[in-house]
């Protein structure tokens, strides 16, 4: 795996280019005073990005076959491709976390920190959601198809919200005890909860991905 490890980092030494542009929009966005929440989640989901460009590397003009006739397992291959995402989303999160910690404290030095990380913590659960949606979908569809693949997916569930919101409005449905359950829940079970549905999707998403990688044929 450390080998597995060694190939990606060369490869995304190829996007220096990428990282420049990432690193001055972000600069750019510190000069203009944009909200804090956005720069949170933007480097972490790019790095992400970055992660799903190794696999379209690994896939371009056949390499999938070459790189399996190696002493590398399916199963590690798929291993490494979360143990990645996770470190390159992590150190995105990290910088980003640091900067806008810093800015909200010097914007508001009353803030609640415990409020603040609980906040910061979310992003955590969202990146490890986005890896574990998008890690299957690109292994099975590919870099093209997988965007589509995901953007539809995404589309769908916005559109499955609304129909559920406008339908339940229409038929005059009680939902009260639901919303009522929903603001009796604290922030902290709210974040455990979160923790655990990101667990579950993670588990759900390594087994789909290695059943895929095994069913792949060169």
């Not at 914007?107 to 955590?124: D, I, R, V």
């Not at 093209?144 to 953007?151: C, E, R, T």
Request: net charge positive; proline share 2%; hydrophobic share 50%.
């Amino acid at each position: 795996m450390k080998g597995l490890f060694i190939k990606d980092i060369a490869l995304m030494k190829h996007n220096k280019r990428l990282l420049m542009i990432i690193f001055l929009t972000v600069l750019f966005l510190l000069m203009s005073g944009m909200n804090s929440s956005f720069l949170m989640g933007y480097m972490p989901f790019i790095c992400c990005i970055l992660t799903m460009g190794t696999i379209s590397y690994d896939e371009y003009e056949n390499g999938l076959p070459f790189l399996f006739t190696l002493p590398v397992s399916r199963k590690e291959y798929v291993k490494e491709k979360f143990l990645l995402g996770f470190l390159t989303g992590g150190a995105g999160f990290l910088v980003s976390s640091v900067v806008t910690t810093v800015m909200q404290w010097v914007k508001t030095p009353e803030m609640e920190f415990l409020q603040w990380f609980l906040f910061c913590g979310c992003f955590l659960i969202f990146l490890a959601i986005f890896l574990g949606l998008m890690i299957p979908i690109q292994l099975k569809y590919g870099s093209d198809k997988g965007k589509i693949v995901f953007l539809g997916t995404f589309l769908i569930l916005i559109a499955l919200f609304y129909l559920i919101t406008n339908i339940s409005e229409k038929l005059s449905l009680d939902l009260g005890g639901v919303k009522q359950f929903l603001t009796g829940i604290s922030d902290g079970q709210f974040f455990v909860g979160g923790i655990l549905l990101a667990v579950v999707v993670l588990g759900i998403s390594y087994y789909v991905s290695i059943c895929i990688m095994e069913k792949k044929e060169f």
